[in-house]
């Protein structure tokens, strides 16, 4: 079935306007529940349309993806105890930051899809972002499911480590603009992003774990715009963008509710802090 | 479509998503925080592309991959949410 750009970028617009409507009626105590029926009836709408792209030429792999995600997500969801939600976010979260690294990597290897500058660098911060949203949230989901200790963990020179790992990141994706068959240097960014989402968690302690996960839910949104900007797709530019900026407020917000500084959260000093 | 009309995108929708979030009651901080997290599964658009597009072994199974947690974070996003907004509702 052939169907023209316009119309599927009309119905990504019709999305991100329900995604706008749904984030704004989540703020509301009256509005919140309508709110995320709209942005779920939004998701529906940018999922459905997406299957008309014209890159897609097979469905056996969509279809075996959907229904085993859709099971493990929904008995996820249901199981769940009330006092468990915050490490549940942090898990999907993590998920959904791995989503971003995985469809990053495919792209990668993909010889159906352009790797110019822009795509690279894209191609880069999907896969550093995706990959410190992942590891981290794991550590935030252990952390808070008391797999691991909720204390503090660190070792002298962790913050000089993270700087190198975080500058060595910026130095390889450079490396993949000039280079973008470089496999090498792929797999040693990926190693770099996850031992960097590791660090930037373990030093903070249990209780700001909810600053933790808002900020790495911030993350994902971004790492889903890097994502829109290697495949060239309206609807996870905007609302990548849009998670991420209104997720960043939210982060602030809830901050300054527990009364923590958001600087002290981004670079990971909690633990000096409290 | 053209790297100008993307940035433009991104940076517009930016402003936005900092001026959507105002004022929020500390009661709905959570489940603001699950909602905005079920959007970000958004990322499924990619994966489903990825998936679904021509390549080895390798592009298709780092495409499955994607789906998978892609479709967890948005089926269990949102159901997750809706549970915790229907326990307010009660009180």
């Known amino acids: 079935m052939h169907v023209s750009q316009n119309w599927i970028d009309i119905a990504y617009l019709i999305a991100a306007c329900l995604f706008v409507l749904g984030i704004k009626g989540l703020t509301k105590p009256k509005t919140a529940v309508r709110g995320n029926m709209l942005a779920a009836a939004g998701m529906g709408v940018a999922a459905v349309v997406t299957l008309l792209n014209e890159r897609i030429v097979t469905y056996e792999v969509i279809i075996a993806g959907v229904v085993v995600g859709g099971l493990i997500g929904a008995i996820m969801a249901k199981k769940v105890q009330m006092t468990s939600m915050p490490q549940m976010i942090a898990l999907l979260n993590g998920f959904g930051g791995g989503a971003s690294f995985a469809v990053a990597s495919a792209e990668f290897f993909s010889t159906s899809s352009s790797h110019d500058a822009v795509s690279m660098i894209a191609i880069g911060a999907a896969v550093l972002i995706g990959a410190v949203t992942l590891t981290g949230s794991l550590v935030a989901f252990a952390k808070l499911q008391e797999l691991i200790s909720g204390q503090p963990m660190g070792f002298p020179g962790m913050k000089l480590l993270n700087a190198i790992l975080f500058i060595g990141s910026i130095v390889g994706i450079g490396y993949l603009v000039a280079n973008p068959g470089s496999e090498m240097v792929l797999w040693a960014l990926v190693a770099a992003a996850m031992l960097l989402g590791l660090f930037l968690v373990l030093p903070i302690g249990g209780a700001d774990m909810p600053v933790v996960i808002a900020l790495l839910n911030s993350y994902s949104g971004v790492a889903a715009a890097a994502a829109g900007f290697i495949m060239g797709n309206s609807a996870l530019i905007i609302t990548g963008s849009l998670v991420g900026a209104s997720g960043l407020i939210l982060t602030s917000i809830m901050c300054k509710a527990m009364n923590r500084s958001l600087t002290n959260v981004l670079f990971g000093v909690m633990a000096e802090a409290g | ?91």
Request: hydrophobic share 55%.
């Open chain 2, 1 to 91: 479509m053209d790297p100008v009309a993307n940035l433009t995108l991104f940076v517009l929708a930016i402003f936005l998503g900092v001026e959507l979030i105002t004022k929020v009651p500390p009661t709905l901080h959570t489940p603001l925080m699950s909602g905005s997290n079920a959007i970000s599964g958004i990322t499924i658009v990619g994966a489903l592309v990825a998936a679904g597009s021509e390549g080895s072994t390798l592009v298709s199974v780092l495409g499955f991959i994607a789906v998978v947690l892609a479709t967890i974070n948005v089926i269990g996003g949102f159901m997750v949410t809706n549970r915790m907004l229907a326990m307010f509702k009660r009180k």
